[in-house]
């Protein structure tokens, strides 16, 4: 496994650019986004820096009179890190660290590293680490002296070979190991999914931290890890679940993100596959979050990458007791208050274009509505499925 960020806390800054079509305050919330990823990842954000570019630039990501900005900052802050909102190219990078002298982050790397601290499993270890040796290959230079050798003796190393074209046949090797050792596992996951029976597939999906985990716990009565931090749950989790006698197998995913680095799309496919194999998608959604309708469009997006297109869904909005804690003055009168919900409601279920139900998890509020809505969902899928049967228990 590669390394991870230390878990003493580092003094990091943030970078971003915006670009033509944003506004400040969408870049704001971004950031606000990538300080929670630092957050989870053990650093602390002691500052933000953005810079109006149509493109980045690109020898510094970043314009000559910004960059000596974030260097004289850096100096006085003794700043460790500097973490760039998007992912940029080893030649930035390296460029970065020689003018900074500190170490240079951008998204993709904090949340490959996020992932490799919260992987637990042999599956997601495995998928976390090709992710992280596909990102990494293309910034060999200076990165690897320290990489154990597994290659050597005689007839492996020809005269004169550098180190890095060592270092290089090396993680080659290792991507090749572990996408053959991928194929066996998710041979066995399909097993595992084919032997589920004839019950229907209802999976849960969202953006990360949206409350899926707690929604799993309540529905199925488990115990699954719901934290308020950004991909607390790696590993696909099935539960059996029976509302009103109607069993059904029940899936918490791997939650989507914003700008999801690619290789880590690929490598967590299989787990996708628990999305992409499901009768019904359940998208959980965090009304309280002021960017929830770019995270819906995440969410839609990424399941359309994946084809997840002709499955009926139910979007569930979590967390309204926080969303009327921000949006309703609590001196407002009760029926003005029950007036505006009816109001947004209404907007969201037109705008989805979906059945949409709206809850509170750790509240427990709408719990009822939410298992009904469900459960008639399901004997609706077992009723297409088994159209000659009478009994669906």
């Keep these: 496994m590669i390394e991870t960020l230390p878990q003493l806390e580092e003094r990091a800054v943030l970078v971003a650019l915006i670009r033509d079509g944003q506004t400040t305050q969408q870049v704001t919330e971004y950031l606000d986004e990538l300080a929670f990823l630092?957050?989870?990842?053990?650093?602390?954000?002691?500052?933000?820096?953005?810079?109006?570019?149509?493109?980045?630039?690109?020898?510094?990501?970043?314009?000559?009179?910004?960059?000596?900005?974030?260097?004289?900052?850096?100096?006085?802050?003794?700043?460790?890190?500097?973490?760039?909102?998007?992912?940029?190219?080893?030649?930035?990078?390296?460029?970065?660290?020689?003018?900074?002298?500190?170490?240079?982050?951008?998204?993709?790397?904090?949340?490959?590293?996020?992932?490799?601290?919260?992987?637990?499993?042999?599956?997601?270890?495995?998928?976390?680490?090709?992710?992280?040796?596909?990102?990494?290959?293309?910034?060999?230079?200076?990165?690897?002296?320290?990489?154990?050798?597994q290659r050597g003796g005689i007839g492996m190393r020809g005269p004169g070979e550098k180190e890095i074209e060592t270092d290089r046949r090396v993680i080659n090797d290792k991507i090749a190991k572990l996408k053959q050792d991928l194929v066996v596992l998710d041979k066995q996951d399909e097993t595992r999914r084919k032997t589920r029976g004839e019950l229907v597939r209802v999976a849960l999906v969202g953006y990360t931290n949206v409350g899926k985990s707690t929604m799993m716990n309540l529905l199925s009565k488990s115990d699954i890890l719901a934290e308020n931090i950004l991909f607390a749950t790696l590993d696909t989790t099935v539960r059996k679940v029976v509302i009103d006698n109607m069993p059904f197998l029940l899936s918490d995913t791997v939650g989507f993100i914003r700008k999801l680095p690619h290789h880590l799309v690929e490598s967590f496919k299989s787990t996708l596959d628990e999305a992409k194999e499901s009768d019904i998608i359940v998208h959980v959604v965090d009304a309280s979050h002021e960017n929830f309708r770019d995270q819906i469009d995440v969410v839609n997006q990424t399941l359309a990458d994946l084809k997840v297109i002709e499955q009926p869904r139910l979007i569930v909005f979590n967390k309204m007791d926080l969303y009327k804690e921000k949006h309703f003055d609590k001196y407002l009168p009760e029926d003005v208050k029950?007036?505006?919900?009816?109001?947004?409601?209404?907007?969201?279920?037109?705008?989805?274009?979906?059945?949409?139900?709206?809850?509170?998890?750790?509240?427990?509020?709408?719990?009822?509505?939410?298992?009904?809505?469900?459960?008639?969902?399901v004997q609706d899928m077992y009723h297409k499925r088994y159209p000659y049967r009478s009994n669906f228990h």
């Design 338 to 377: 029950a007036e505006l919900l009816q109001e947004f409601e209404k907007n969201m279920s037109h705008a989805m274009n979906s059945n949409c139900v709206f809850i509170s998890a750790t509240e427990k509020e709408n719990l009822e509505t939410l298992r009904n809505i469900m459960a008639l969902m």
């Design 38 to 149: 630092a957050e989870t990842a053990g650093a602390i954000t002691i500052n933000r820096f953005t810079q109006k570019m149509q493109h980045p630039d690109v020898r510094y990501f970043v314009g000559s009179g910004k960059l000596e900005e974030i260097r004289q900052y850096n100096e006085i802050a003794e700043i460790s890190t500097v973490i760039i909102d998007d992912e940029i190219s080893p030649a930035q990078q390296r460029n970065l660290e020689a003018e900074l002298k500190c170490k240079i982050l951008d998204r993709t790397s904090l949340i490959l590293d996020i992932f490799a601290q919260r992987a637990k499993t042999a599956q997601a270890r495995a998928q976390v680490e090709l992710a992280q040796l596909q990102y990494l290959l293309p910034r060999l230079k200076g990165l690897w002296t320290h990489l154990e050798r």
